[in-house]
DNA sequence: ACCGACCTAAACACGA
DNA sequence: GTCGTGTTTAGGTCGG
């Protein structure tokens, strides 16, 4: 699992796929868990309820980015009008800024616009889960920033009063200090962030990619703005005051005093800088933490390193730290690019923060499940083998913010490695038209984690995300999933829009491509019917042209045939989690979730035949294969028509529950189909 | 460079 | 003639 895991980090696009039908593998677990209940009556309740989150979630998106860009405005006009270095240049910034890429300009978000994006397949569904989360914890900054900036607001009320009153600077010093307590409060936060931030770091996941622009340790300020990060650098680079005695008494914060010191100085630059304090960011702080360490070691600047820029996706050589700074200074300077840039490293970084997190909770979950008490399992003290496998899913995670140093010549998708970005995301949305090529990459690119994989099967159903299958699969899986194992084609279709929004449109090309995936591949055989012709899955067919995908990646067979036949010590939590995964993927399988339940199981069989074949090439019989698969009526080719050979837990499944889903889901499978037809 | 898997587009045939 | 279905060909991407 973690090998398979770390395995994605290095996989190109197209192995993922194969991963992903790892992953999918043993990891329903999770998702079935947090569906006690999957009686399939409740399908539809569920189902709304997912779209009701998921719309109040891209409600909650919008509004935060439209707050955020209120206070960013808010913040570079203060800027323009009070700083000397603020040099606006509205025109050239633009164009480096993909409007396409979402997270870079959080401004101009819409509610549709996210909807774009997720018919564009930007973000996998995973990512997707993470930005929300993203988006709630940015939600309790943008409080915190509201709450900041009140009082901030208070104060320099209080403090025009008080001058005008003609009142002593000792109160302005008062409210400075004041004003140092909130910020203090803020940057507590921050510096809890901060820490995570390090914590990655120290692992190496920050500094995995030696030769990549890579992640410098970047301040991750959700609020933060380019020019009070210009401003703050220069009043840090220039002149700091140590007035750290009022800024230190927070003692209750757990945070590493590195943290703590290097803040502080920056609370005085702030209180006295009129602009900063006014705009009560709490982000404010945090450019002073990598301004920091450059001053006292003036060459070890995070941006700065082996003679070049480490700005995401600079890579200018600088000879000295001084004409790094100036090249930082003239090249990196407040503009929108230089923003965005920000925006995403700060995306990127919150993002890794999950995914630690997320990890985190993996390790205790494996640690608890296999009785290992790990009194603190946050602070990581793992065996080695569990750092190692930390530090591999954290870099498959990260794997994907790689892409994000990119140059500003070639903006790419942000957070979302996952799509090719632009030319995915301008074609499919907009234009019902014409998918572009570039698009069915992507399907082998969406990084899919084990964790949610159900979620997925609701999320494919209502995001218009392409699936990662080939269409082969899935005209499989639809027929299995049937109770006769034969399908029309047109229930074909319907099954297709049914389970996936993504074929709720463009129904002439993906229509044409079942049409076509049926005729071209031999596993898939149409018999005449009573009613007309159906189409059946030749299983042996289908099992031989699998091995190919995945023999491909000879490490992931490996994996899969371990945690399948091998159980050494060290593949203990392997195994548990693979029990775990697969065990519970069975009952939901047969009990609520048909659709989840059956391409879970189908994905499974293609792993084993693939390691069949690998293993021997012995296609018919079926030795290795999972009881799920040997329930599958292998022969279909031969009595296609016998719905007597329709037996076992899958055909119970899906006979059970195929037909309300089926339903109920008419609506929206009829309508969109014709509409977006011809 | 080649090959295989896959996708998309399109032309064509055929029957209802 | 239109539409749905089915077949086939061509051209493209991508990874091994």
Redesign the pocket.
């Known amino acids: 699992m973690f090998q398979c895991v770390f395995s994605s980090s290095v996989?190109?696009?197209?192995?993922t796929s194969c991963l992903f039908k790892h992953l999918f593998y043993h990891s329903a677990t999770p998702a079935s868990q947090k569906q006690p209940e999957p009686i399939y009556s409740k399908k539809t309740e569920i189902q709304r309820q997912t779209v009701r989150a998921l719309s109040v979630k891209l409600f909650i998106f919008s509004a935060l980015q439209v707050a955020r860009q209120l206070l960013l405005q808010q913040q570079q006009q203060q800027q323009v009008s009070g700083l000397k270095s603020p040099k606006r240049n509205d025109k050239q910034p633009a164009l480096q800024v993909p409007v396409s890429v979402a997270m870079m300009t959080p401004q101009v978000i819409t509610p549709q616009q996210m909807q774009q994006i997720l018919q564009q397949q930007v973000l996998s569904p995973q990512q997707l889960q993470v930005l929300l989360q993203q988006q709630q914890a940015l939600m309790l900054q943008q409080q915190l920033q509201e709450f900041y900036k009140k009082q901030q607001e208070q104060l320099q009320l209080q403090l025009l009063q008080q001058q005008h009153a003609g009142k002593q600077p000792k109160e302005q010093q008062q409210v400075a200090t004041q004003q140092l307590a909130f910020q203090q409060q803020l940057l507590q936060m921050q510096q809890l962030q901060q820490q995570h931030l390090l914590s990655l770091q120290r692992q190496g996941l920050l500094t995995i990619q030696p030769g990549q622009p890579a992640l410098p340790l970047q301040p991750l300020t959700q609020g933060m703005i380019p020019a009070e990060l210009q401003q703050l650098w220069k009043e840090v680079t220039s002149a700091h005051t140590p007035e750290e005695a009022t800024g230190n008494n927070h003692s209750s914060l757990d945070l590493t005093t590195t943290c703590v010191s290097s803040s502080a100085p920056s609370k005085t630059s702030l209180i006295m800088n009129p602009h900063a304090s006014t705009n009560g960011q709490l982000s404010v702080h945090t450019p002073k933490r990598e301004s920091l360490p450059h001053e006292e070691h003036p060459h070890s600047h995070p941006l700065y390193g082996h003679g070049v820029c480490k700005w995401p996706g600079c890579e200018a050589v600088c000879e000295d730290f001084q004409s790094f700074l100036k090249h930082l200074n003239s090249e990196h300077a407040l503009d929108d690019r230089s923003t965005a840039q920000c925006r995403v490293q700060m995306q990127v970084v919150q993002q890794l923060e999950l995914q630690l997190a997320k990890d985190k909770e993996r390790l205790q979950a494996m640690m608890t499940h296999l009785h290992v008490k790990s009194t603190e399992p946050k602070t990581a003290p793992q065996p080695l083998n569990l750092v190692s496998s930390v530090t591999l899913s954290k870099s498959a995670s990260e794997a994907s913010p790689q892409s994000l140093p990119h140059t500003p010549t070639t903006p790419t998708a942000p957070i979302t490695p996952v799509t090719?970005g632009p030319s995915v995301i301008t074609t499919t949305s907009m234009h019902t038209?014409?998918?572009?090529?570039?698009?069915?990459?992507d399907?082998?690119?969406v990084p899919i984690s084990s964790a949610d994989i159900a979620q997925n099967q609701e999320f494919y159903k209502n995001a218009e995300v392409?699936p990662p299958?080939?269409?082969?699969?899935?005209i499989r899986q639809a027929i299995l999933e049937s109770p006769e194992k034969q399908l029309?084609?047109?229930e074909i279709?319907n099954w297709f829009t049914r389970m996936f929004a993504y074929f709720r449109r463009?129904a002439?090309?993906?229509?044409?491509?079942v049409?076509?995936?049926?005729?071209?591949?031999k596993c898939?055989v149409?018999v005449e019917n009573v009613k007309?012709?159906?189409?059946t899955v030749d299983e042996v067919e289908f099992q031989k042209?699998?091995?190919?995908?995945i023999?491909?990646?000879p490490s992931l067979i490996k994996n899969m045939q371990s945690s399948h036949a091998y159980c050494t010590p060290l593949n203990a939590a392997l195994q548990a989690s693979m029990a775990e995964n697969s065990i519970p993927l069975y009952t939901t399988a047969s009990m609520g979730n048909p659709s989840l339940g059956t391409l879970a199981s189908a994905m499974r069989e293609e792993l084993n035949g693939a390691m069949e074949h690998t293993n021997s090439n012995e296609s018919d019989s079926s030795p290795g294969r999972s009881p799920l698969q040997a329930a599958h009526p292998v022969h279909v080719k031969e009595e296609p028509l016998d719905p007597e050979e329709a037996e076992g837990p899958l055909s119970l499944v899906t006979t059970a529950n195929h037909s309300p889903d089926f339903d109920q889901d008419r609506d929206y499978e009829d309508e969109p189909v014709?509409e977006d037809?011809?």
């Open positions: 996989l190109q696009p197209h192995r090719q038209v014409g998918p572009i090529r570039r698009r069915y990459s399907k082998y690119n392409r299958f080939t269409y082969a699969s899935l029309t084609l047109n279709y463009n002439a090309t993906w229509k044409n491509a049409r076509h995936n049926l005729s071209l591949h898939f149409r007309g012709a159906v189409w042209r699998r091995p190919q995908k023999s491909g990646n014709n037809m011809e």
